[in-house]
Nanobody, 120 residues
């Protein structure tokens, strides 16, 4: 199995910054794409940013110019640098990995989520 653990969430004022981290562990055969999703109360979970194993990135329109996703393949870790935060960014942020465990069966794995709250 593959486990994902997020960290770095918290309470910040509008205009502030946070950096989220997600470390993968367990019986990992390979990790392909990784990404960050978020879900606010009463809303659908949405993709914020994604990154492939080769470093290609994509962002939600709301995140472009403010957020940066990166990864350290040696550490099996993905990061999300969030700048110029807005109250609308308030949500639980989830780490996702397209990965294969020891049985080499490709699947999506999710972390437990970390709360990000942006006050006005």
């Amino acid at each position: 199995q593959v486990q994902l653990v997020e960290s770095g969430g918290g309470l910040v004022q509008a205009g502030g910054s946070l950096r989220l981290s997600c470390a993968a562990s367990g019986s990992i055969f390979s990790i392909n794409a990784m990404g960050w999703y978020r879900q606010a109360p009463g809303k659908q979970r949405e993709l914020v940013a994604g990154i492939t194993s080769g470093g290609s990135t994509n962002y939600a329109d709301s995140a472009k110019g403010r957020f940066t996703i990166s990864r350290d393949n040696a550490k099996n870790t993905v990061y999300l640098q969030m700048n110029s935060l807005k109250p609308e960014d308030t949500a639980v942020y989830y780490c996702n990995a397209d990965a294969s465990g020891s049985r080499r069966i490709r699947d999506d794995y999710w972390g437990q989520g970390t709360q990000v709250t942006v006050s006005s």
